[in-house]
């Protein structure tokens, strides 16, 4: 069957299997293999993506509902390698990532999560963000960066070394 | 030696070499990779624990259109069809026999993914079931079947002086260490702690799951790309199974999705490379994650301890047995089992010792390496230990163990090196983070443990980097970047060396082909010894370079003065790659310094390094709910100097944080011979909710290691002393103390109602005990 959709700003217009999922589509068929696959089963976030704003796990989704929609994967976030989204960015200042498996889903929820809620609370964070597994840094950097991003403050690409986990 | 200060690039929180990368989504993994001409295999898997293979019936599967080839164990030729670094226990798909249910027993290679999966259906196994032994107890009892019932060669990287293997019944490995006369210390001690602790077994969950494509080509040549920590180790394995000199092996790793030590040593990649072989075609297999933990696990351990102090509060003797859940295939559970037997004495100075340790077959998942290696299964026991002790003593658990810590320079094993790191520093450094003389909320409790790690395993490290001529830099390594920073790390001490920006240095690796051989990733290693590597290639570099310098001057070479980056003589200064430059009179050459690091001279004494682990915690107690959550965290990095520091402390709090999983909530549990939860859905891990209200991480930086610039390990110290933390600040707040990991609300609820219940009759604290 054939789909329309836009993908990453471009308009996309795919062949695919019914019952192909997201994730399968967009590593297979469109090669964006900066989408994760890891649980497999909407546990660990490692797959999301967004979906008109909303963070979906390709790995369960299937690619059919993406008809007439916007997606949007890790790919589609920076404008150019030197000019990264914040949160990018953020990710970078405060080493909060090691293997970066999970970095993209984890990316991709921060974003759904700032574009409807600009300056969330800790909790708000913490809740979000729920959904996506980290298995290396223990999320502190993570959270760190979220805030970064919202407190808009712009990071100088070095890590404070001393203290950095203290907050 | 250069002091913190000092550095220019080392000891600086220098963006990560990686980074841009892994925020992109370009940074390509093993599982992202096709090959041309790239088929794809599935794997069947038994669904019995332990069985004899009748017959495999595979001919409607090879019918099927799109199959390329299938492979069962009758289909291997003259391969030698064994693998395993310590032990060649290990078929790559099953002959004859299964040993656990998840074992390969074929595998389909097919055009596509899903024709191999369908394929997997048109094969008929039939089994002849055989007893399943589940348990340690079960395997040692008398009249035991064997699961291995054959003899099998000793593995290339045993790791062990004696190179026999003696598998007794279904001991796999057994150690054994003693000094003192433990019995008679007992028999004059002030007091004593005994009990039988035991930890679980757990899934590492590296996020990207096993992988592995393989090319066997053609010309005899195999290629393969692997999620792979060790891939020294896997050229080995897969030169000896495919009869192949070395140098016709290639194992290269991309980015790797997470190890945590269960992507050490060869995994899937005997299988795949034989899927390739027999299809003629490079083969992709990809498990999932459920396979995934079907494929390692963690050892789980039930340890009998008991611990001696005299009346002032001296440890006079500690005595244990081990005994680990190995499963099915050896892999590098004897490692743990040895490194294990180390760890339980902790860092303390005690005059008798005896640890007897045994690893065990059953008829479970093959467990490996762990984060920590054997150090969380005994530090729990051994930690809990020290705070019943204190309570004996009266006296307050921080200054029992502070008493007891080995200072630097003093030995806790008279065969190995003298600990080189401050404990009692780190410990008080923890306590005073914690504030632990500030009174407890209610429900509240607070511990600090601690654990000692004979790291760095046998240090053969080889490097080479490579000096152009344009002033950038190369530094080749076969030590595996899995996330802990590691390109990022070397590529710093090249710049600091050769006295060129970190930008203009680039990792290579790891390649078999291109780099030299390092033995593993892993045991914490890589900033002392490959890191040490790199300082000293890049030394050896220069030292070639001043040679070429007094030819290009015309002079001998004490007549040039070196300074930062090159040499002058006058006036007239020129940087090493401006060196280069006019000594070829041409662009593009560049030099390659190297070096070799063995076991002699510093790196003599073993352990390589003491990687020391000091944690505090304190805990907050839901005693409706038995839940607990941590409100504050401290970690402290022992680590000599911290190349990177930011990444340094991201590494303490991951082990923390895995050990806090352990502590928590992680456990793999068996019903029979089906693994219960052996899926993300049902296994659960730390998540953010799960982290500490207070995180506190500290490094030390003494410049106390054999490394770089007197840098030493880490990343492994604090995931051990977490799960004993739990335990004994469950302890000082609700009166119940736990011997068994995790110490889920369950658990502690039970205990706290057991606690209530005896309360009338007695006035001793609740325990539970080590029942499943």
């Given at each position: 069957m054939k789909i329309a959709f836009e993908l990453n700003g471009a308009p996309a217009e795919l062949e695919i299997e019914p019952r192909e999922t997201l994730s399968e589509m967009l590593r297979g068929r469109c090669r964006l293999t900066g989408v994760k696959l890891s649980c497999e089963a909407q546990v660990c976030g490692a797959c999301t993506v967004l979906v008109n704003g909303l963070p979906v796990s390709a790995c369960t989704y299937l690619a059919y509902e993406t008809r007439g929609k916007r997606v949007v994967t890790i790919e589609g976030l920076a404008e150019s390698p030197e000019k990264l989204h914040p949160l990018q960015q953020a990710f970078l200042d405060n080493f909060a990532f090691q293997c970066g498996f999970c970095t993209p889903g984890m990316i991709l929820a921060a974003k759904a999560l700032l574009d409807e809620k600009p300056h969330p609370t800790h909790d708000e964070i913490i809740a979000h963000m729920d959904g996506n597994l980290c298995r290396c840094t223990g999320y502190l950097a993570i959270v760190k960066s979220i805030q970064q991003v919202a407190a808009g403050a712009a990071g100088n690409g070095h890590g404070s070394g001393d203290g950095a986990g203290k907050r | 030696m250069k002091r913190p200060g000092d550095f220019r690039v080392v000891n600086h929180s220098v963006p990560r070499s990686d980074g841009v990368a892994k925020v992109t989504g370009t940074a390509t993994y093993t599982s992202d990779m096709t090959l041309v001409h790239m088929a794809w295999a599935k794997v069947l898997r038994s669904p019995y624990a332990h069985a004899r293979i009748v017959s495999i019936d595979s001919s409607a599967a090879r019918k099927r259109p799109g199959v390329i080839a299938v492979l069962t164990g009758d289909d291997l030729g003259d391969l030698y069809p064994y693998y395993g670094h310590a032990v060649k226990d290990h078929p790559l798909v099953a002959i004859?026999?299964?040993?656990?249910?998840?074992?390969?027993v074929a595998a389909v290679v097919a055009e596509d993914e899903l024709t191999a999966q369908d394929a997997l259906d048109d094969i008929n196994v039939e089994y002849e079931e055989l007893t399943p032994i589940l348990d340690v107890d079960s395997a040692l009892a008398p009249g035991a079947q064997k699961i291995h019932d054959r003899g099998y060669r000793a593995g290339n990287f045993r790791g062990f002086d004696d190179q026999s293997i003696d598998i007794k019944g279904n001991i796999c490995q057994e150690v054994h260490i003693a000094w003192g006369d433990v019995e008679k210390a007992f028999a004059s001690a002030a007091h004593i702690a005994e009990g039988e602790f035991y930890f679980p077994m757990i899934y590492?969950?590296?996020?990207?799951?096993y992988v592995a494509i393989a090319d066997y080509d053609a010309n005899g040549k195999l290629t393969v790309y692997s999620s792979a920590q060790h891939p020294f180790m896997v050229r080995q394995d897969l030169a000896d199974v495919f009869r192949l000199p070395l140098n016709n092996v290639r194992v290269i790793v991309p980015y790797v999705g997470g190890g945590y030590g269960s992507k050490s040593y060869t995994k899937i990649e005997p299988l795949a490379a034989a899927c390739s072989w027999k299809a003629g075609r490079p083969v992709k297999l990809q498990l999932s994650v459920e396979e995934a933990f079907l494929t390692t696990r963690g050892d789980d351990a039930r340890v009998r301890i008991r611990t001696a102090v005299d009346a002032q509060g001296k440890i006079v003797a500690r005595q244990a047995t081990i005994h680990f859940d190995t499963g099915a295939y050896a892999e590098n559970s004897p490692m743990v089992a040895r490194k294990a037997t180390n760890r339980i004495v902790g860092p303390y100075r005690i005059p008798n010792v005896k640890i007897d340790s045994f690893a065990v077959y059953t008829n479970t998942v093959p467990a490996s390496s762990y984060r920590g290696l054997g150090a969380a299964q005994v530090t729990f026991p051994g930690e809990s230990q020290m705070d019943e002790l204190a309570e004996k003593l009266r006296m307050d658990p921080v200054q029992f163990r502070l008493n007891n810590l080995a200072n630097r320079g003093e030995s806790i094993n008279p065969v190995a090196r003298p600990i080189d790191a401050d404990v009692p520093g780190d410990l008080r450094e923890i306590a005073a983070t914690l504030q632990m003389e500030k009174p407890l909320p209610p429900h509240h409790g607070r511990s600090i443990c601690c654990s000692a790690s004979d790291a760095g395993a046998h240090p053969v490290t080889l490097a080479m980097v490579q000096v152009y001529g344009d002033g950038s830099v190369s530094v080749l390594s076969g030590s595996t970047e899995i996330g802990q920073g590691s390109h990022t790390v070397l590529a710093q001490i090249a710049a600091e060396e050769m006295g060129v920006p970190f930008e203009k240095v680039r990792l290579v690796g790891s390649d078999t082909a291109i780099t030299l051989f390092e033995r593993s990733t892993g045991a914490s290693r890589t900033t002392t010894l490959m890191g040490r590597a790199v300082l000293e290639a890049c030394r050896e570099a220069i030292a070639q370079i001043k040679t070429m310098a007094a030819e290009v001057f015309g002079v001998a070479q004490e007549d040039l003065i070196e300074e930062r980056g090159g040499v002058r003589r006058g006036d007239k200064r020129l940087t090493w790659p401006e060196i280069l430059e006019e000594y070829f009179q041409m662009q593009g050459a560049s030099i390659v310094g190297r070096a070799y690091l063995r076991r002699a001279g510093d790196l003599q004494a073993v352990p390589v390094f003491w990687e020391i682990g000091v944690v505090g915690v304190e805990i907050d107690v839901d005693e409706e709910t038995g839940k607990i959550r941590l409100d504050s965290l401290a970690t402290i990095g022992d680590v000599g100097l911290a190349i990177h520091p930011a990444m340094t402390e991201s590494q303490d709090l991951g082990a923390a944080t895995m050990g806090m999983g352990v502590g928590l909530f992680e456990e793999l549990i068996y019903d029979g011979q089906q693994l219960m939860n052996g899926t993300m859905l049902e296994y659960r891990v730390p998540r953010f909710s799960d982290m500490a209200s207070n995180i506190y991480l500290k490094l030390a930086q003494n410049?106390?290691?054999?490394?770089?610039?007197?840098a030493k390990g880490g990343g492994e110290g604090s995931v051990n002393p977490v799960g004993a933390c739990i335990a004994n600040a469950l302890y000082q707040t609700s009166g119940v103390r736990i011997r068994r990991l995790p110490i889920t609300p369950e658990r502690v609820w039970k205990a706290l109602q057991e606690k209530k219940e005896s309360a009338s009759s007695s006035r001793s604290p609740a325990q539970v005990l080590s029942k499943k």
């Open positions: - | 004859g026999k299964v040993r656990f249910v998840g074992e390969p590492a969950y590296a996020m990207e799951p410049q106390d290691g054999v490394g770089p610039y007197g």
